[in-house]
């Protein structure tokens, strides 16, 4: 068995894409090991863009509304839906994307993917109502999104017998399995988003103290086990990483949003010493908190 593509990049008008050029617009997997500013801007694309997660936590924003993006996750966007990451930075991690532009898709749910697609007519104008009315962008490990991709990107540079259609195949099966995935979530009601809501505004709300798992769990009436698993399944994290995360989250918004010290925000983030502050952030954003600020700045 050959070895499996860690990354790859097919961009607008590649040799490998070329044929797919009237539809499939971008498919690329990427790690990033920096933060670099501006390198993910509020923008909008020319399709419909698909992502996936594989490492890191990044924050994403459509219009007005901000997300959390776990390992594991997908998340879709239509393309009049202007967005981006809140500090206009790709986060280090893994993402991968696809980005796949119809023959017509409208606001008001109007699609028509093109000649290429197999898909029904009336399938079609049922996913594009979907995908139009849709308030919950973030897909929850569960889909197979990374395999597809993944797929596409063999087929792209193998071109064996059939690869065209198996290409538009997947990218049909795509479409209906978020779309059916979506009209699912549409069903239930947002016991995942309240937990998340929830414990984060308890964290937030005490952010500069000292927290422990068992006193968190007995806020949410659970054994600290069964919390830890909780916690786990709907964030991607174990507690004491969610908890690091949603401190250094905060310590990039004041570093980037203050003039407060770095002492002063360590304190306020609930770190025990700034010093111990900079080396977790150091290791989890790739600089130092005082360069970071700078980043932010210009």
């Not at 570093?255 to 609930?270: E, R, S």
């Amino acid at each position: 068995m050959s070895r499996q593509r860690t990354y790859f990049m097919h961009w607008k008008g590649s040799p490998d894409i070329a044929p797919f050029l009237d539809y499939l617009v971008e498919l690329g997997c990427l790690r990033f090991s920096g933060i670099r500013k501006h390198s993910l801007d509020f923008h909008y694309n020319d399709g419909i863009e698909i992502c996936h997660i594989s490492l890191g936590t990044h924050h994403w924003q459509v219009e007005d509304r901000q997300f959390q993006l776990y390992p594991g996750n997908g998340f879709i966007t239509c393309p009049w839906q202007r967005h981006g990451n809140p500090q206009g930075i790709h986060e280090r991690g893994e993402l991968a994307w696809l980005i796949l532009k119809p023959r017509t898709f409208t606001p008001d749910g109007c699609l028509d993917l093109g000649s290429w697609s197999r898909l029904e007519p009336e399938t079609q104008q049922m996913i594009g109502h979907v995908l139009a009315s849709n308030t919950r962008p973030v897909i929850v490990p569960g889909l197979p999104i990374m395999d597809i991709f993944r797929t596409i990107d063999l087929e792209l540079v193998r071109k064996q017998l059939g690869y065209r259609e198996h290409i538009n195949m997947l990218l049909d099966s795509l479409l209906l399995r978020i779309a059916r995935y979506l009209l699912t979530q549409a069903t239930k009601t947002d016991t995942r988003d309240d937990f998340i809501a929830r414990l984060s505004s308890q964290v937030h709300s005490r952010l500069s103290e000292r927290i422990s798992i068992d006193e968190l769990a007995y806020s949410f009436g659970m054994s600290p086990s069964t919390f830890s698993r909780k916690v786990k399944a709907h964030t991607g994290f174990p507690p004491a990483d969610y908890l690091l995360e949603l401190r250094l989250a905060e310590a990039r918004r004041l570093l980037a949003t203050t003039q407060d010290t770095i002492t002063d925000i360590a304190t306020a983030c609930g770190f025990c010493s700034s010093q111990h502050f900079a080396q977790l952030f150091a290791k989890r954003t790739g600089m130092t908190p005082r360069k970071f600020r700078t980043n932010s700045t210009h």
